[in-house]
């Protein structure tokens, strides 16, 4: 029987990679050992004292949880793959399974007075990110595998925003070499910019 949707065992692998990234997010959030909880204002105090962890994991599950919407959208546009495309795929995803690791520092130190590193490779980590989909576009259009012209319409302007994002967030890496802080706030922001603005998109569309 013939494979109805030739990219179907892509996109299985590619939302596996996403679901582990999601999970390993969460690991590192614990209260450490070494608090001693003997009384309700202890266990309230190590909650607090893990905030910025917590804030980190929501951050990064929005980014995940985003890019994987954009990941599937755009799988939906092409009918067919390459070699070209599977590899462009591949660095995205290894963007993906990367981001928990400067998710635990960015919890761990960014109420610190030393968070630049952080916040940086945080942004740095972001950026190649948005290269990942600049090489997925650049593929898809190049190879000629979107479904329709509007779909390459699609998939040209999602390349756009791939060369937008790459320049904002490695200006925000930067920046954070001064003003971590500044950056982290900047960096939440635009991801729920992002966040709503894929909402509403997706709004316009079913209306």
């Known amino acids: 029987m013939a494979e109805t949707n030739p990219n179907s065992r892509l996109e299985a692998f590619c939302d596996g990679v996403f679901a582990i990234a999601l999970t390993l997010l969460i690991i590192d959030i614990k209260i450490p050992s070494t608090e001693k909880i003997n009384t309700t204002a202890d266990l309230w105090l190590a909650l607090k004292h893990i905030a910025p962890s917590i804030f980190a994991f929501v951050l990064s599950f929005t980014i995940i949880l985003i890019t ?47 968070s630049a590193p952080a916040v940086i490779l945080y942004n740095a980590v972001l950026a190649i990110n948005s290269i990942g989909w600049i090489l997925i576009c650049s593929a898809a259009l190049k190879n000629q ?19 937008f994002a790459t320049a904002l967030y490695s200006l925000c890496a930067i920046i954070a070499i001064w003003f971590p802080l500044v950056i982290a706030i900047v960096t939440t922001l635009t991801w729920i910019f992002w966040l709503i603005y894929g909402i509403n998109i997706k709004h316009e569309e079913m209306n």
Do not use: D, Q
């Open 145 to 163: 595998l979107a479904k329709s012209e509007k779909a390459a319409l699609k998939i040209r302007m999602n390349g756009k925003f791939g060369y």
């Open 68 to 114: 994987w919407v954009n990941h599937h959208n755009c799988l939906k546009l092409i009918n067919k793959s390459c070699a070209s495309f599977i590899y462009s795929n591949g660095f995205l995803l290894l963007t993906v399974v990367f981001i928990p690791f400067p998710t635990s520092l960015l919890g761990e130190y960014i109420s610190t007075n030393h």
